[in-house]
């Protein structure tokens, strides 16, 4: 209610690596409102790494120890995780993690929210190096021949491009 004044007044809302760190609980909401802000005609981008991808626990950016350089940690039980990060890490360390932790997005996870958000895909695309690894890293984006094979892209996929619709009902 409190966004009335901007509903459906967008043509393009991006949400550029947000959607995973929105906590679960939250997300629906989210999107929806970010829905609710597109014209009808309108655009929504959404860009985000896999949780289960190698890097997903955003471990490159966010720890200090050799744990930055390990992939997969996302895959660990969250109790070994625990064990493992305050180890070898700071205590506000797991506390960041551990927010994470709980705002995982899957590929599989995104498509079940848009469906209940009432929205459609229009593009997608998958990446193997994301375009933003261009930016940090100078490395050659490179789109992944595995993004529709629906288990293997949770774990080699390391970032998902979206561009969505509104469907025609509300």
């Not at 760190?21 to 802000?37: E, G, L, S, V």
């Not at 744990?67 to 940690?73: A, F, G």
Request: with cysteine.
């Amino acid at each position: 209610d409190s966004n009335k004044e901007y509903k459906n007044k967008f043509d393009l809302v991006i949400l550029r690596d947000v959607i995973e760190h929105i906590p679960n609980q939250f997300k629906q909401k989210f999107i929806q409102t970010a829905r609710d802000i597109m014209k009808n005609d309108g655009k929504m981008l959404v860009t985000f790494p896999p949780y289960l991808s190698p890097f997903g626990l955003h471990q490159q950016a966010i720890m200090k120890s050799f744990l930055k350089k390990v992939p997969y940690l996302s895959i660990l039980p969250k109790s070994m995780l625990k064990k493992l990060i305050t180890k070898f890490e700071s205590k506000d360390i797991w506390i960041e993690t551990e927010e994470i932790i709980d705002s995982a997005m899957t590929i599989s996870g995104f498509k079940k929210l848009i469906s209940k958000s009432n929205l459609s895909i229009s593009n997608q695309r998958f990446f193997t190096i994301r375009p933003s690894h261009e930016i940090r890293y100078h490395i050659k984006s490179f789109q992944s021949p595995f993004g529709y094979i629906p288990l293997i892209r949770e774990l080699f996929i390391l970032g998902t491009c979206y561009l969505l619709t509104k469907d025609e009902k509300p």
